[in-house]
């Protein structure tokens, strides 16, 4: 049975840092590419990052580049998503998502979904 799980999510001043964990069952990361998905109330679902699952290439959102970076560790059949500079605007449920093989611009190509965990970037 394929699952996601996200974890590590929390509370975190701005500034602050948190790093996101994904752990796969079911498959292994380095057969799919892993994307970073996050929704915030009232919000669509967007996208922040991904890694391929061939080249390991990663993207990421303009919003976000230079303060996450995303990273797979095939040993732990993890992806991790390390945050930093958090800022309000960060505050949303992130989401982890499957597709093979490649990184894809939207959610709805995606095949799998963790349930979320929640980050809230406040003072």
């Known amino acids: 049975q394929v699952q996601l799980v996200e974890s590590g999510g929390g509370l975190v001043p701005p500034g602050g840092s948190l790093r996101l964990s994904c752990l796969a069952s079911?498959?292994?990361?380095?057969?799919?590419?892993i994307g970073w998905f996050r929704q915030a109330p009232g919000k669509e679902r967007e996208g922040v990052s991904c890694?391929?699952?061939?080249?390991?290439?990663?993207y990421s959102a303009d919003s976000v580049k230079g303060r996450f970076t995303i990273s797979r560790d095939g040993a732990k059949n993890t992806v991790y998503l390390q945050m930093n500079s958090l800022k309000p605007e960060d505050t949303a449920v992130y989401y982890c998502?499957?597709?093979?093989?490649?990184?894809?611009?939207?959610?709805?190509?995606?095949?799998?979904w963790g349930q979320g965990t929640q980050v809230t970037v406040s003072s």
């Open positions: 079911g498959f292994t990361v380095d057969e799919y590419a």
């Open positions: 890694i391929s699952s061939s080249d390991g290439n990663t």
């Open positions: 998502a499957a597709v093979r093989p490649i990184c894809r611009a939207g959610w709805d190509f995606y095949d799998y």
